[in-house]
T-cell receptor, first 116, second 114 residues
Framework: AQSVTQLDSQVPVFEEAPVELRCNYSSSVSVYLFWYVQYPNQGLQLLLKYLSGSTLVKGINGFEAEFNKSQTSFHLRKPSVHISDTAEYFCAVSPNYGGSQGNLIFGKGTKLSVKP | EAQVTQNPRYLITVTGKKLTVTCSQNMNHEYMSWYRQDPGLGLRQIYYSMNVEVTDKGDVPEGYKVSRKEKRNFPLILESPSPNQTSLYFC?????????????FGPGTRLTVL
């Protein structure tokens, strides 16, 4: 079975500061990794995903994440945040059984609050 | 515009009164699923469907039913709602059943069961 731990439930940060949202996972098989963002009163949308290849993945809105297999982590980073980045961010994993159904296991979410 | 739609967006009901939340996608996606989102618990999968007439339980299926008679629609049915089903519900779809595929989410349905 897989599990996802988002280490911070809330992250307050000032505008233009860098931010890192931490995600660790546990799995007995290899996994695909995702970050989704949920803006207030909206559904989730994909920020980025890691399937294979380069461990540094770039996504939309200036976000990037780095897959670290030895530490089973997939932390999300942005060098300079904007007020509009205020949202809840979800890390998710999907087991790599080779073409299995896309069952996503989500972390509990991290609320990023960007202050002026 | 490619999208997943859900109706209603908000619903207040009473215990035991059957309800259906509809979900429809216009992207010809094969895979569809339902999640519930609760504070501090993240999203948990209720049911999923890999194609027409193929459905299976997710992590929290108790008290819910689904059907997939057409590719584009995947309604969620609560036969006898209870207060512990008060939650925010999301429908999602993806093109194929591969684990690599991006899931597209609907806007959510906020359900309150009194």
């Amino acid at each position: 079975a897989q599990s996802v731990t988002q280490l911070d439930s809330q992250v307050p940060v000032f505008e233009e500061a860098p931010v890192e949202l931490r995600c660790n996972y546990s799995s007995s098989v290899s996994v695909y990794l995702f970050w989704y963002v949920q803006y207030p009163n909206q559904g989730l949308q994909l920020l980025l995903k890691y399937l294979s290849g380069s461990t540094l993945v770039k996504g939309i809105n200036g976000f990037e994440a780095e897959f670290n297999k030895s530490q089973t982590s997939f932390h999300l980073r942005k060098p300079s945040v904007h007020i509009s980045d205020t949202a809840e961010y979800f890390c998710a994993v999907s087991p790599n059984y080779g073409g299995s159904q896309g069952n996503l296991i989500f972390g509990k979410g991290t609320k990023l609050s960007v202050k002026p | 515009e490619a999208q997943v739609t859900q109706n209603p967006r908000y619903l207040i009901t009473v215990t035991g009164k059957k309800l259906t939340v509809t979900c429809s996608q216009n992207m010809n996606h094969e895979y569809m699923s339902w999640y519930r989102q609760d504070p501090g618990l993240g999203l948990r999968q209720i049911y999923y469907s890999m194609n027409v007439e193929v459905t299976d339980k997710g992590d929290v299926p108790e008290g819910y039913k689904v059907s997939r008679k057409e590719k584009r629609n995947f309604p969620l049915i609560l036969e006898s709602p209870s207060p512990n089903q008060t939650s925010l519900y999301f429908c999602a779809s993806s093109f194929a059943e591969s684990s690599t595929d991006t899931q597209y989410f609907g806007p959510g349905t906020r359900l309150t069961v009194l």
